[in-house]
């Protein structure tokens, strides 16, 4: 609840400034987003330009590439065109052709995969030799494309150099065919046809690095395809290039496209790097944004704090004084100011001995000090006497506790100090009223029991001026024995002794005194409480049970005081009773002990009772059910029963009445 004075001082010279704040950190926020978002355009503009740099590179490249593989296919089929045409021109010549054409035909076959057949056609289309020695699919056989096997022939026949076919479809996939014409003295003389196979021509003229890098396929005009080479489980790219492949022609095109690169380890470093930088950036600038705003959040839940402080402060009548662990003053309210009389600036720094502290209890209040700084202050407080500045003596009580600052370190000790000078006057007062009531009331009960008393003396009275006359006849009659004057002596004596215990009895009730506690035993006290009322019960009817069990009843206590608790509960039984028939009129008094600490004295009457309302007031001031009663009577006795440490309360009786029961510590033995 206090500041210190640093921290106070702090909070005055930034008060005023907490618009410039709040305008500096808005200002320094848009500076740092503005900054932020400058970065991240620049970042996706960097990427944005490298990405560009590398997918043109990568067409660049792709172009190359594909150039090559299309020239080397070209290179390919026109050396096989070129191989043929040497054929053709020495199977003219040659007298065993055949031999001549199988030998070269297995040579071409051996280095030419994608070469699946060579024929030697005759004049009129008839097959004259073939290599391999097998059937295979082909134009004008088993109805695949006779027209335009009929079509190549004389396109081959009338050029007089190698033509292509369109590609066609077999069940081992698609083929088209070269014809090459022979001629024997400028006459045509048949034709050579090889056969080909479009996915041998990839297999065989792809290489596998090519193949590691894009997706070949061969696809017609239709966009079939007709043969591919790829990467099982690869994704391409958009990036991608076509171009004719003619030979054969026919609209057949190459078709590559790039694979998504995986890139290198450094490029993927680097990009990871700068990726987790721009989200450390953001997170950064995110947390540093929730941090200023918490913070101005806290200055001013901190300075709303210190103003409701500070008003709750100057509003206490308690004061507060907090210390360092030297015991030197740190901080006190203006309460405690305005208790000792001395200002903030006089008692900040101060040291013990404490300018406030009473020279005739200097030793009590360093006392008190040095338990405080070595961490044995009373819990309960400490009462002393204090000086004001004009040097008037005040009594405060002082309650210590330790000071904690947010580290949870214990700097010092913080204390509330409570005038308590008035409320020790007013309870001296009240003590004494309590005393001057309690006598008024012992009063009002003797008042009340002077006509049974006055019937209780008669009979001792009685008897003595009887055995006094006696004895005077005896002696003027001259005839006696000492034997019967002495008897006689005897029992006037008894007689005389029941009169002035009765009077002792009644003189030691009503006397004026203060309370003082000392040994006594229960059983006596509840005796002499009958004694006193007995008369009254037996003029009303009333029947006196006493159960009383071998008890300890040995406790402190002040004798007069509770048998004026005994006499005023009796009394209420008693006259609860008057309304009921005489064979129910029975007050019991019960002593019995619940444990080795306490005593209980019950007292049972057999009235009506009491109804629950009744019941809730009954200790209430001035709350009576009697005509004529004050209402402060079992309010005496409870406030009796409780500066003996005891309790009092009332139970309802199962056999109808009520149930005083009384609670009382025993000596402990």
């Known amino acids: 609840m206090a500041f210190s004075a640093i921290a106070k001082t702090k909070l005055r010279n930034g008060a ?3 618009h410039v704040s709040s305008r500096w950190s808005s200002w320094y926020l848009i500076a740092l987003k503005a900054a932020m978002g400058l970065l991240l355009i620049l970042l996706v503009a960097l990427f944005w330009v490298l990405f560009e740099s590398e997918v043109e590179e990568q067409r660049t490249t792709l172009i190359a590439d ?40 297995g040579y071409l076959l051996r280095n030419n995969p994608d070469v699946l057949q060579i024929m030697w056609l005759g004049p009129s289309g008839s097959v004259v030799d073939f290599e391999p020695a097998v059937k295979l699919p082909r134009l004008g056989v088993d109805g695949i494309g006779g027209e335009r096997h009929a079509l190549a022939l004389e396109m081959s026949r009338k050029l007089g150099k190698p033509t292509y076919t369109d590609a066609y479809s077999t069940a081992s996939g698609w083929q088209f065919e070269m014809y090459v014409p022979v ?56 990036i991608n290039y076509a171009i004719p492949v003619d030979p054969p022609g026919y609209g057949i095109v190459l078709r590559v496209d790039a694979y998504r690169a995986s890139g290198s380890f450094v490029e993927v470093l680097l990009t990871t790097l700068v990726i987790a930088l721009a989200v450390a950036v953001l997170l950064s ?41 030297v015991g030197r ?14 200002s903030e600036d006089e008692l900040i720094g101060a040291s013990p001995p404490m300018p406030f502290w009473a020279p005739e209890d200097q030793e009590k209040s360093r006392a008190i000090n040095e338990a405080v700084i070595s961490g044995h202050a009373p819990r309960e407080g400490a009462e002393v006497r204090l000086m004001r500045k004009d040097g008037k003596r005040f009594d405060a009580l002082v309650y210590e506790a330790p000071l904690i600052d947010a580290d949870g370190l214990h700097t010092g ?25 309690q006598f008024t009331s012992r009063l009002v009960t003797m008042g009340e029991l002077a006509s049974t008393l006055a019937h209780e003396l008669n009979q001792p009275l009685a008897a003595i001026t009887s055995y006094t006359a006696g004895c005077l006849n005896k002696i003027e009659s001259g005839v006696f024995s000492p034997e019967e004057l002495k008897a006689a002596l005897e029992k006037l004596g008894v007689q005389a002794q029941r009169a002035g215990k009765i009077i002792r009895r009644v003189h030691d009730f009503v006397r ?29 009817g009333v029947r006196i049970v006493r159960e009383f069990p071998s008890v300890s009843g040995e406790l402190m206590g002040d004798r007069v005081m ?56 009954l200790f209430t001031p001035f709350f009576t059910t009697k005509p004529h009663g004050m209402g402060m009577g079992l309010n005496i006795c409870r406030s009796i029963i409780e500066f003996h440490r005891g309790r009092l309360w009332v139970e309802e009786n199962p056999e109808s009445g009520t149930v005083v029961v009384i609670s009382l510590p025993v000596i402990q033995s």
């Open 329 to 342: 003053i740190t901080y006190v309210n203006p309460a405690f100011c305005h208790m000792v009389g001395f």
């Open 16 to 18: 005023p400034d907490r």
């Open 512 to 540: 004026k005194s203060e309370p003082k506690l000392a040994p006594c035993n229960l059983v006596e006290v509840i005796e002499d409480s009958i004694g006193l009322i007995e008369s009254a019960a037996r003029l009303a």
């Open 183 to 238: 001629f024997v003295d400028g006459k045509y003389d048949g034709s050579l046809v090889v056969v080909y196979s479009f996915n041998s021509l990839l297999k065989h003229l792809v290489p596998w690095w090519f193949a590691e890098k894009y997706q070949v396929r061969i696809v017609d005009e239709d966009g079939s395809v007709l043969a591919s080479k790829m990467r099982a489980g690869s994704a391409t790219t958009p």
């Open 562 to 617: 509770l048998e004026q608790v005994l006499l005023n509960v009796m009394r209420n039984a008693i006259e609860a009773m008057g309304g009921v028939p005489s064979e129910r009129r029975c007050l019991t008094l019960q002593l019995a002990q619940p444990d080795d600490q306490q005593v209980q004295i019950r007292v049972v009457d057999r009235g009506p009772g009491m109804p629950p309302e009744v019941l809730e007031n």
């Open 413 to 437: 000790w913080m204390a509330s100090i409570v005038d308590v000078t008035e409320r020790k006057r007013a309870e001296e007062l009240a003590r004494q009223q309590q005393e001057k009531l």
């Open 285 to 325: 600038l995110w947390v540093m944004r929730r941090h200023i705003q918490r913070r101005l959040a806290a200055e001013q839940a901190y300075r709303a704090e210190y103003a409701f402080r500070k008003a709750m402060e100057d509003s206490l009548t308690v004061g507060m004084r907090a210390r360092d662990r």
């Open 66 to 105: 594909v150039l090559w593989l299309e020239q080397g296919i070209n290179f390919h089929l026109e050396g096989n065109a070129e191989f043929l045409e040497q054929l053709s021109g020495e199977l003219a010549q040659e007298k065993d052709s055949r031999s001549l054409f199988r030998q070269r035909a």
